[in-house]
């Protein structure tokens, strides 16, 4: 009866500690695991002795590798979390979020200190983020580099050589399209660009117009 007792208790005791163990309780105080992701998880990524993952519940939660537990836990999105990046170097993230009815939104943080950076919110699709792999000085100085170098083409050859480069890698030419530029659309086919490089449009109703900017859009045929 004694030893039957004790296997009972010894049993007991092993189906009870790993419960106390991921209650991290300690003498003194006690820290609650926090609850893992309601729903899918969509991003994971690697920080140190870290993984810090996202889920469509819009909550971002920070795991302790060597302790294989969930050790903070909040929600940064009243949306869905449909991606994450790091940026390197820096305790910052970038989160793709989305109410899963054509409302898309981008937005940074530091989710150390969980301050946002900036958000900024589209219509259109958005299906990818990632940071950048260079520098922004290094950014900036190639741009220099190669603005200078079209200037120093354009003071000696005119714009010519830099229009038919334009032309060659332009998506639009021969292309239905519409240009709205302050709230007036007008769609035709895109048949080239004058020596100035303003567009050439060909509406519907046979009018070449000549356009400089607006946004533009290519349509089915």
Excluded at 1 to 26: D, G, K, T
Excluded at 177 to 204: C, P, Q, S, Y
């Amino acid at each position: 009866m004694i030893a039957r007792r004790f296997v009972f208790f010894f049993a007991l005791c092993l189906s009870v500690l790993p419960l106390y163990s991921q209650s991290n309780v300690s003498r003194g105080s006690r820290n609650i695991v926090p609850p893992a992701h309601k729903g899918p998880v969509t991003s994971v990524f690697i920080s140190g002795n870290e993984v810090v993952s996202a889920g469509e519940d819009g909550f971002i939660e920070i795991w302790d590798i060597s302790g294989l537990i969930a050790r903070e836990r909040f929600q940064l999105s009243s949306l869905e979390i449909k991606s994450m990046v790091k940026r390197p170097g820096k305790d910052e993230l970038c989160l793709l979020e989305s109410d899963g009815l054509g409302l898309y939104r981008i937005s940074a943080w530091n989710y150390r200190e969980r301050k946002k950076i900036f958000s900024l919110r589209f219509r259109d699709p958005v299906t990818y983020i990632n940071y950048s792999a260079f520098p922004r000085a290094q950014i900036g100085r190639a741009i220099l580099r190669e603005a200078d170098g079209l200037l120093s083409e354009l003071s000696e050859h005119g714009f010519s050589g830099i229009l038919e480069r334009y032309k060659a890698r332009s998506c639009t030419l021969g292309q239905r399209i519409t240009v709205t530029e302050g709230g007036r659309k007008n769609t035709g086919v895109a048949v080239g660009f004058d020596e100035l490089g303003f567009l050439l449009l060909r509406t519907d109703e046979g009018e070449t117009l000549r356009l400089s900017s607006g946004n533009v859009t290519l349509r089915n045929r």
